[in-house]
């Protein structure tokens, strides 16, 4: 059954430090997206970097990321050089390629990220 | 570009009430989807439309209804509203809803059932 895991419930880093956000997923599906999003507490869905299943190399998007283990089915975020406004709640999902998975996204629970000045 | 736009940001409805929300899309995306996030069961999706079609849709009860017009723009209307259906619903929009192309959010609409 598809499923996403986030195990952080909450975390801090510091002002300009790097910080690994972990995501694991369960699909039996060989093609799938893998995508992070940021949500503020203002309530927004910001859609950061996406992975393809197929993709060999990792996808980079400015400070953003995604460290990819196909084999782990593992599709860590990692933000480098922290940012006061990186400060959010970070929400990992997927997208089965099936045509029963239409539109729809599954999500993992959440990590809430804290930037300390 | 214009976003995805969702209308209200917020409403407040007793137990009972009928409520619609409605969503546009970017511009040139042909897929809608609804979602719904409350803290304890976190997001969850509703439904898909497509050129005005229900593709898919989500383990919800059928007072959970949607529709999407020729233009691509979509509503959600929820029926006899209960205390558990106060949330944010999310609204996102891609171009065809491949599992390729990411899903773009609306600021979503905060109902809160009295």
């Known amino acids: 059954a598809q499923k996403i895991t986030q195990t952080q419930p909450g975390m801090f880093v510091q002002e300009k430090e790097a910080v690994t956000l972990d995501c694991t997923y369960d699909?039996?599906?060989?093609?799938?997206?893998l995508f992070w999003y940021k949500q503020p507490s203002s309530g927004e869905m910001i859609f950061l970097i996406y992975q393809g299943s197929y993709d060999q190399q990792n996808a980079t998007e400015g400070r953003y990321s995604l460290n990819f283990q196909k084999a782990r089915k593992s599709a860590n975020l990692v933000i480098s050089a922290s940012q006061l406004g990186d400060s959010a709640m970070y929400f990992c999902?997927?997208?089965?390629?099936?045509?029963?998975?239409?539109?729809?996204?599954?999500f993992g629970q959440g990590t809430t990220l804290q930037v300390k000045p | 570009k214009a976003g995805v736009t969702q209308t209200p940001r917020y409403l407040i409805k007793t137990r009972g009430q009928q409520v619609t929300l409605s969503c546009s899309p970017i511009s040139g995306h042909r897929s809608v989807s609804w979602y719904q996030q409350t803290p304890g069961q976190g997001l969850q999706f509703l439904f898909e439309y497509f050129s005005e079609t229900q593709r898919n849709k989500g383990n919800f009860p059928g007072r959970f209804s949607g529709r999407q017009f020729s233009n691509s723009r979509s509503e959600m209307n929820v029926s006899t509203l209960e205390l558990g259906d106060s949330a944010l619903y999310l609204c996102?929009?891609?171009?065809?809803?491949?599992?390729?192309?990411?899903?773009?959010f609306g600021d979503g609409t905060r109902l809160s059932i009295l």
């Open positions: 999902a997927m997208r089965e390629a099936g045509s029963s998975n239409t539109g729809k996204l599954i």
């Open positions: 996102a929009s891609s171009p065809f809803g491949t599992a390729d192309q990411p899903q773009h």
């Open positions: 699909t039996s599906d060989p093609s799938y997206g």
